[in-house]
């Protein structure tokens, strides 16, 4: 019957995925950073961005805080506004879509990779760094072992220029005598690994910046550290871990 011949849109978005994620596993092991342009497409990109617009405009964005700073204002160490949405039932279509596209690719990139095991991450940080504010200091998103293993970054800045508008995202690869950087433009997937091969800083920008980020639990990792850490301060953003999307095999 023609109904098996079909392949749904399903099925052609998951055998990309699974292209992209063998694409981002070998940068990973090569680079340990992956750039992906043209992820969702000009029109889906658009509506992810109109969504962001509108949390905004909702006001429920707050300054990203930071722990145990010693420092008077946190300004000094990141300029950054944030709100987190769980990519399930309240937040806003569009950004459920990509974060279970993300979803999607890091559940093939975790059967690429020996030793690794995804299945959970934090819900999705929606941030905007407003214009000439400080960025964000150099930093590694997991220094001690919290159980994140891959930061992912979806950015949404259309008609960006870095050498003018400035917020580039700079990686300086450990050990490596050379350094990544990345223009946050709009509808580039970004993945790197969270832990202390990539310590970065994110530039002042001359315009709003705006991205979504997702972070990737390695389950052994995530599982020792919830042993280790019982009821200190979480030093990453969000204590609850969310399952990826069970985007399954034979969904219809
Ligand atoms: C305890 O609560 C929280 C809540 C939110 C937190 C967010 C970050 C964070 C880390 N890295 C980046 C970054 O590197 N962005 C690169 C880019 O935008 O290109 C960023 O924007 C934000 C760190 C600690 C947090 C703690
Ligand atoms: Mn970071």
């Given at each position: 019957?023609?109904v098996?011949?079909?392949l749904?849109?399903?099925?052609?978005l998951k055998?990309?995925f699974?292209?992209?994620?063998?694409?981002?596993v070998?940068c990973?092991?090569?680079?340990?950073?992956?750039v992906?342009?043209g992820?969702?497409?000009?029109?889906t990109?658009?509506?992810?961005?109109?969504e962001v617009?509108?949390?905004?405009?909702?006001?429920v964005?707050?300054?990203?805080?930071?722990v145990?700073?010693?420092s008077a204002?946190?300004?000094a160490?990141?300029?950054?506004?944030?709100?987190?949405?769980?990519?399930?039932?309240?937040s806003?279509?569009?950004i459920?879509?990509?974060?279970?596209?993300m979803?999607?690719?890091?559940?093939?990139?975790?059967?690429?990779?020996?030793?690794?095991?995804i299945n959970?991450?934090?819900?999705?940080?929606?941030?905007?760094?407003?214009?000439?504010?400080t960025?964000?200091?150099?930093?590694?998103?997991?220094?001690?072992?919290?159980?994140?293993c891959i930061?992912?970054?979806?950015?949404?800045n259309q008609?960006?220029?870095?050498r003018?508008?400035?917020?580039?995202?700079r990686?300086?690869?450990?050990g490596?005598?050379?350094?990544?950087?990345?223009?946050?433009?709009?509808?580039?997937?970004?993945?790197f690994?969270?832990?202390?091969r990539?310590?970065?800083e994110?530039?002042?920008?001359?315009?709003?910046?705006?991205a979504?980020t997702?972070?990737y639990?390695?389950?052994?990792?995530?599982?020792?550290?919830?042993?280790?850490?019982?009821?200190?301060v979480?030093?990453?953003?969000?204590k609850?871990?969310?399952?990826?999307f069970?985007?399954?095999?034979?969904?219809?």
């Open positions: 019957t023609t098996d011949t079909k749904t849109y399903l099925d052609i055998s990309r699974s292209v992209i994620a063998e694409y981002v070998k990973l092991q090569t680079y340990g950073i992956c992906i342009d992820f969702l497409g000009e029109a990109g658009t509506e992810i961005f109109k617009k509108q949390l905004q405009d909702l006001g964005f707050r300054k990203g805080q930071l145990h700073t010693a204002s946190s300004d160490i990141r300029g950054d506004i944030i709100t987190w949405v769980d990519g399930r039932g309240q806003s279509e569009n459920q879509f990509l974060v279970s596209c979803d999607a690719v890091v559940k093939n990139c975790s059967c690429l990779m020996e030793g690794y095991t959970e991450r934090t819900k999705a940080m929606v941030a905007c760094y407003p214009r000439n504010s960025g964000y200091v150099r930093h590694i998103d997991n220094p001690n072992g919290d159980g994140r930061t992912c970054i979806y950015y949404l008609n960006w220029n870095g003018q508008d400035g917020g580039l995202l990686i300086f690869p450990e490596k005598d050379r350094v990544a950087n990345v223009e946050p433009n709009f509808d580039r997937l970004l993945f690994w969270s832990d202390r990539n310590p970065h994110v530039l002042p920008s001359t315009r709003d910046r705006y979504i997702v972070w639990y390695e389950a052994e990792e995530r599982a020792r550290a919830l042993k280790q850490y019982r009821g200190e979480s030093s990453h953003p969000k609850e871990a969310v399952p990826l069970n985007v399954s095999q034979n969904e219809e």
